[in-house]
Each structure stands twice: as structure tokens, then as C-alpha cells.
């Protein structure tokens, strides 16, 4: 998955390939990586310090390091809507995935009751048919 994150760098690791550092965007914290030296994604990363918001655009990975960004463009927030506007995303995120979770829930309550009505009224029929095969017998047809 890649995508536009908005969060806290801390900290900080410059290695030989790579500057490591936690990302933590208010939602929860993941490691993320920037690996090419000569990138010139590094040279914007030379002013960011632990404790600021950054902009980051990268991609979540998963393997013998564990789960991670792995960082492309980068940039030091310095348009704080930047992060408002990360945290009001976050909100409709959250909202959204909510009711998509009661319209399921409905959905499956909507045929749970339209499955027992159905069993219902079989139940209904297979009760009155019986009710009627007891009472009048081979008499009206039904036994």
C-alpha cells in the first residue's frame, strides 16, 4: 500500500545505507526507511530532527526487518494544515469503516429475520396441515 503520511519522526538512526527512524502519526507508531545514499531524498532529511511532523510519501512493506515505510520524497511539515488535515482524514476513515461495518451488520440481520420469517411461516403451514390431517383425517383430502 502506498500513500501520503502525515507524523511524528523519532528516534532517528543515520546508518551507512539507510537513516532509520519510528513514524508515529497518531494512530499508531511503525519503523520507516529511506535506503538509498545518494538519494536526494536524504539531502531533505538532513534538517528533520526527532520531535517534528513530517510529510512522507512511501510505501508499507512487510519482510526480514518486519513491517515498514519505505520512504520516498520527504519533507518537515511546515504547513501545519498539513496536519490537521492528516488527522481529519483519519476521522472520516474511521467513520467510514464504521458504518460500512452496521450496513454489513444490518444486511446480515435484514436475512437472518427474512430467513426465520421464511422458516416461520413453513413452520406455520407444516403445523396447520398437520392440525388438519388430525382433526378431519383422509376425509378433505390431505391424508
Known amino acids: 500500500m502506498k500513500g501520503r503520511f502525515v507524523g511524528v519522526m523519532q528516534n532517528r538512526r543515520d546508518l551507512d545505507s539507510e537513516i532509520i527512524f519510528d513514524f508515529d502519526d497518531g494512530t499508531g507508531r511503525v519503523k520507516a526507511r529511506i535506503w538509498t545514499v545518494e538519494s536526494e531524498f536524504l539531502r531533505s532529511m538532513d534538517t528533520a530532527k526527532d520531535g517534528e511532523y513530517i510529510v512522507l510519501n512511501g510505501g508499507i512493506r512487510g519482510g526480514t526487518h518486519g513491517v515498514h515505510i ?74
Open 70 to 143: 519505505r520512504v520516498y520524497p520527504v519533507r518537515i511539515a511546515t504547513n501545519y494544515n498539513d496536519i490537521t488535515h492528516h488527522f481529519l482524514s483519519c476521522i472520516y476513515v474511521h467513520l467510514d469503516l464504521r458504518k460500512q461495518a452496521r450496513l454489513r451488520h444490518a444486511d446480515r440481520d435484514r436475512r437472518e429475520a427474512a430467513s426465520l420469517l421464511q422458516s416461520t411461516v413453513f413452520q406455520c403451514i407444516v403445523a396447520a396441515t398437520l392440525c388438519l390431517t388430525l382433526c378431519f383425517g383422509s376425509s378433505i383430502g390431505l391424508g
